[in-house]
T-cell receptor, first 111, second 115 residues
Framework: SQTIHQWPATLVQPVGSPLSLECTVE??????LYWYRQAAGRGLQLLFYSVGIGQISSEVPQNLSASRPQDRQFILSSKKLLLSDSGFYLC??????????FGPGTRLTVL | AQSVTQLGSHVSVSEGALVLLRCNYSSSVPPYLFWYVQYPNQGLQLLLK??????LVKGINGFEAEFKKSETSFHLTKPSAHMSDAAEYFCAVSEGGTSYGKLTFGQGTILTVHP
């Protein structure tokens, strides 16, 4: 069966510090991968998606970037965090045109 | 472009009462439709999905939803609410087969269940 992992589970970072969130998927090959952000009262916002290694599509211009160095690894990064980057970050995977399956999420607080 | 509107950001019901969460969508191609549930500080869990087969879709935990093309709706129902149903529910639409599985989510509906 497939599983998806995210870490860390929670993170508190000062403004201006760098960020690296990791997502890994087990039990499937060549999945589509997604990063979402969930801010209070704002629903889910798709940030990035990837259909293969090294292929990243950005949905919203912002202070964040994503990379996919391996087939089942998806990383969300920032060089300098802003207060507005606080939120709940969710990674998801799917096979083409099928259901998205979500990880447990990372709660990021920027102070 | 596709969009989803969930009517009612908060819904409150009594335990044992009918649950009805409303979702209307807009899509330029035949859609795939999904309902997800999210418990506090957790990821989203799939409740059910519609992918152009039967219009009445049954999901987990006793939930079901009916696809009505003429009304562009995909409302979620459960005959009898349980305390454990208290959570946030998200409706989502995908332009099935044309957009690499990208989902557009509604703003969510928080369901409260009173004893």
């Amino acid at each position: 069966s497939q599983t998806i992992h995210q870490w860390p589970a929670t993170l508190v970072q000062p403004v201006g510090s760098p960020l690296s969130l990791e997502c890994t998927v087990e039990g499937t090959s060549n999945p589509n991968l997604y990063w979402y952000r969930q801010a209070a009262g704002r629903g889910l916002q798709l940030l990035f998606y990837s259909v293969g290694i090294g292929q990243i599509s950005s949905e919203v211009p912002q202070n964040l970037s994503a990379s996919r160095p391996q087939d089942r690894q998806f990383i969300l990064s920032s060089k300098k965090l802003l207060l507005s980057d606080s939120g709940f970050y969710l990674c998801a995977w799917s096979l083409i045109t099928d259901t998205q399956y979500f990880g447990p999420g990372t709660r990021l607080t920027v102070l | 472009a596709q969009s989803v509107t969930q009517l009612g950001s908060h819904v409150s019901v009594s335990e044992g009462a009918l649950v009805l969460l409303r979702c209307n969508y807009s899509s330029s191609v035949p859609p795939y439709l999904f309902w997800y549930v999210q418990y506090p500080n957790q990821g989203l869990q799939l409740l059910l999905k519609y992918t152009s087969a039967a219009t009445l879709v049954k999901g987990i935990n006793g939930f079901e939803a009916e696809f009505k093309k003429s009304e562009t709706s995909f409302h979620l129902t459960k005959p009898s609410a349980h305390m454990s149903d208290a959570a946030e529910y998200f409706c989502a639409v995908s332009e099935g087969g044309t957009s690499y599985g990208k989902l557009t989510f509604g703003q969510g509906t928080i369901l409260t269940v009173h004893p």
